[in-house]
């Protein structure tokens, strides 16, 4: 099984990036695949961890390297692991409306089975999109 972590930056369109419609679409989309992981966004950036079979994660990410959506990507971590550190979401998915404190404690629980490099940087993103 593949897991693969990237940051992008949304394109700048002179409007907000529809989160809940990237959601929506991932979540059909990613159920069809067999993929799961964790999306977090705050508008301008995105943080996504996919996980599933190595050549439906291979799509997805080229399918995401060309939607005009995303500029700037960088692929952060890509390994083969045996189970889903994720668990068994569609995709889940957390935004900057949260409350501060909270918004934290539910990115440390969602990431809580990641391996300790991953689980840092969504926490660690986290934290610094939270400051800025």
């Keep these: 099984m593949l897991q693969l972590v990237y940051v992008s930056s949304a394109r700048p369109t002179g409007g907000a990036v529809n989160a809940a419609a990237i959601l929506n679409a991932s979540r059909r989309n990613n159920r069809r695949d067999g993929i799961t ?8 950036r995105f943080l996504q961890a996919l996980e599933g079979p190595e050549d439906a994660v291979q799509q997805t990410f080229e399918r995401i390297q060309g939607d005009s959506r995303h500029r700037a ?18 995709m889940a998915h957390l935004d900057e409306a949260a409350e501060t404190d ?3 404690r539910r990115i440390s629980k969602l990431a809580a089975g990641a391996s300790p490099d991953v ?3 969504f926490e660690g993103f986290a934290e610094v999109r939270r400051q800025a």
């Design 119 to 121: 689980r840092a940087t």
């Design 102 to 104: 909270s918004f934290m």
């Design 37 to 44: 992981g964790l999306l977090y966004s705050d508008g301008r």
């Design 73 to 90: 990507i960088v692929v952060l971590s890509r390994r083969h692991i045996e189970a889903r550190e994720f668990g068994a979401w569609d």
